[in-house]
């Protein structure tokens, strides 16, 4: 009877053991549930840094900022776009559009920012926000070689071709009037509507156009700069953890001379 007494008690301790601990292992995981809901960092919710993608909306027809060699996108944005991504933990994805999508593309959340030399303007800061400015660029303008425009007030009355939704757009259609303004998706294309005597002058990013100018015989770059304006990177509005963690990264890959030496590597001191 004794014997079966320490047996009968030993079953019950046993019993009471695995009882609390299974009651113990199910108040950690209420705590970790209600962790969890409050925000509270966990294995269980988050994911690996590496799997992080982030999506770059530009346009690869812009170089040195953004082009494609064969089917690999490079230029100076690219590269920055890069090294941003791995300060972020971060892998790239390039989607390239037509530069009028581009704010579209950002403000609908297709992407997560928009970076294709693009010049920071009131207009465009109603749509988006923009980081710290990253580059600075400025629009030249293109004509054949003994054209009668020397000069910006030459351009009046003359048909001048831009690309779509660009600064260069922007500026020709307010100062000349949008009738004299003849846009194109491409820049490429407004300089093969200017060698075709379509339009008389192409207004563009200067390091584009050296691009063009050199890729086409006959054509030269005015010796004025038609406006100086600030690159930035272009965020959905009020998406300001993304603004402030590239931000955070701009100033870092500035400070240490990362930025510079990709600027430095497409464009060559004069």
Do not use: H, W
């Not at 320490?6 to 695995?18: D, E, N, P, R």
């Not at 549930?33 to 982030?54: F, L, M, P, T």
């Not at 996108?73 to 999508?101: N, P, Q, R, Y």
């Not at 603004?243 to 955070?248: G, Y």
């Amino acid at each position: 009877m004794k014997k079966f007494t320490k047996i009968l008690a030993l079953v019950l301790a046993l019993a009471m053991t695995a009882f609390c601990f299974a009651a113990c292992n199910d108040e950690k995981k209420e705590n970790k549930a209600e962790e969890n809901d409050k925000g509270v960092a966990s294995d269980a919710i988050v994911a690996d840094s590496s799997d992080r993608v982030i999506k770059m909306a530009t346009n690869a027809a812009f170089p040195p900022y953004e082009y494609k060699e064969g089917e690999e996108f490079v230029g100076i944005d690219i590269e920055i776009a890069t090294a941003i991504a791995a300060e972020l933990g971060a892998k790239l994805e390039v989607v390239d559009m037509e530069f009028d999508s581009i704010i579209t593309s950002v403000d609908n959340g297709e992407t997560d920012f928009g970076m294709a030399g693009m010049t920071v303007t009131d207009e465009r800061k109603e749509q988006v926000d923009f980081t710290y400015s990253y580059a600075t660029g400025v629009q030249s303008i293109i004509v054949p070689e003994g054209s009668d425009i020397t000069d910006i007030d030459a351009l009046t009355g003359k048909k001048i071709g831009v690309q779509l939704g660009t600064t260069g757009d922007i500026y020709a259609s307010d100062e000349f009037g949008a009738d004299n303004v003849t846009q194109y998706g491409k820049g490429a294309d407004a300089v093969i509507a200017l060698k075709g005597g379509d339009v008389d002058a192409v207004i563009i990013d200067n390091e584009p156009a050296k691009a063009f100018v050199e890729a086409n015989e006959g054509l030269v770059i005015l010796d004025t700069d038609y406006a100086v304006e600030d690159y930035a990177i272009a965020v959905k509005k009020g998406n300001t953890e993304l603004l402030d963690e590239i931000n955070a990264a701009l100033e870092k890959l500035t400070a240490d001379g990362t930025i510079d030496a990709i600027i430095a590597k497409y464009i060559k001191a004069e």
